[in-house]
């Protein structure tokens, strides 16, 4: 089983020392989520996640790729991912850069977690149709794909039309992974035509109805933030789960020291994490 750590709901002051603590105790990668905007008026009452996310106007946003380019530099094995990214809000030139020069800067640790989101007053401050967001970022896919494989690209789509173009450095994973994000049936038929699922907090119990709509063989990963035990991670895989996003800590503060008990107990050696 591979390990990761989430960072969204610690302090930013805390991502160095634990991404560097992930990075050493042999953790298989770091997670971000991101968002672009909040309106003044939040409202969480659409969350899917079914609890409150932990986020208000006030939170703190910083762009994702970028703060995972710093941790790059701090760190050098483990992989650095987005859980999960909007790449329907931008345009697919953007966001292929962002991550074509995380994957090169890391020296090809980059996941591009991606999802269609949640939070609609997001996508009506950037002025993008809310309800066109499953189709837009089907079709962003599509192009970061092409942008990062392909030596020229020409596209003519439902929300992005442009000529031929180059596009320089390609990544240095030769294909750099997507995950897809979500819970619905259309998000799960998404995954299968990504690199994997990933998904939002589950318990091995909560996980299964998902599950079974997904299509055999779609690489999974499951946020659990309950793992109770080492004795869980089996049944975990028996699921078809392939990585773990844990949370063992209950305070931030406690997180590094935490994580070092997580790896003794569990068996995360640096050596593990692949």
């Not at 050493?24 to 969350?47: C, I, K, Q, R, T």
């Not at 109770?228 to 773990?244: I, M, Q």
Request: with cysteine; aromatic share 10%.
């Amino acid at each position: 089983m591979k390990f990761g750590v989430p960072l969204g709901l610690l302090h930013p002051a805390a991502w160095k020392d634990v991404a560097v603590a992930a990075d050493e105790l042999g953790f298989e990668s770091v997670w971000l989520p991101e968002h672009l905007v909040f309106a003044a008026g939040l409202s969480l009452a659409a969350y899917p996640g079914g609890a409150d996310p932990g986020i208000k106007p006030t939170t703190p946003l910083f762009d994702a790729p970028a703060c995972l380019c710093w941790l790059a530099a701090l760190t050098s094995r483990v992989k650095l991912g987005t859980a999960v990214y909007l790449l329907g809000l931008r345009h697919p030139f953007v966001s292929a850069r962002a991550f074509a020069t995380l994957d090169v800067l890391s020296a090809g640790r980059a996941i591009c977690g991606v999802g269609a989101g949640w939070y609609r007053g997001e996508w009506q401050a950037a002025g993008v149709p809310f309800a066109d967001r499953g189709a837009r970022l089907d079709e962003a896919i599509e192009v970061v794909r092409r942008l990062w494989n392909e030596p020229l690209v020409a596209h003519t789509g439902a929300f992005y039309t442009f000529p031929e173009v180059a596009f320089e450095p390609k990544p240095v994973q030769r294909r750099l992974p997507v995950l897809a994000g979500g819970e619905s049936p259309a998000a799960l038929r998404r995954a299968a035509r990504c690199d994997g699922w990933i998904s939002m907090p589950h318990t091995i119990e909560s996980i299964k109805p998902r599950l079974d709509l997904l299509e055999a063989g779609v690489p999974v990963t499951a946020h659990a933030y309950e793992l109770g035990s080492p004795d869980e991670v089996a049944a975990w895989a028996a699921l078809g789960v392939e990585r773990l996003i844990v949370r063992p800590w209950t305070r931030g503060r406690d997180a590094v020291s935490r994580l070092t008990a997580f790896a003794a107990d569990y068996g995360v050696t640096s050596s593990s994490g692949s």
